[in-house]
């Protein structure tokens, strides 16, 4: 069984930064692509950072030069420093696993249960 469990969220003030932390667990050999994703209430979730095991990343529009995706292929991790946050970056951020290769054969589509970021004055 493969668990993804978010932590870091948090209240913020607009302008401060948080950094969160995903920690994937199980008998995982390797995980192909991490990352995340978050939803506002009365919205849709949306991508918001993916990163490949290679290091190739992704970011929405949104928070591109603000968030910076990272992971520890060796430790399971992934990360998120967010930086410049604003109060439309309020929403749940939910940790997100694909192609995760385990002696079972090949997993897909892993959600942590989500963490809570909050931008406001």
């Known amino acids: 069984q493969v668990q993804l469990v978010e932590s870091g969220g948090g209240l913020v003030q607009p302008g401060g930064s948080l950094r969160l932390s995903c920690a994937a667990s199980?008998?995982?050999?390797?995980?192909?692509?991490m990352g995340w994703y978050r939803q506002a209430p009365g919205k849709q979730r949306e991508l918001v950072a993916t990163i490949i095991s290679g290091g190739t990343t992704n970011y929405a529009a949104s928070v591109k030069g603000r968030f910076t995706v990272s992971r520890d292929n060796a430790k399971k991790m992934v990360y998120l420093q967010m930086n410049s946050l604003k109060p439309e970056d309020t929403a749940v951020y939910y940790c997100?696993?694909?192609?995760?290769?385990?002696?079972?054969?090949?997993?897909?589509?892993?959600w942590g249960q989500g963490t809570q970021v909050t931008v406001s004055s």
């Open positions: 997100h696993a694909d192609r995760v290769v385990t002696p079972l054969g090949t997993l897909y589509d892993y």
């Open positions: 199980g008998n995982i050999f390797n995980i192909y692509g």
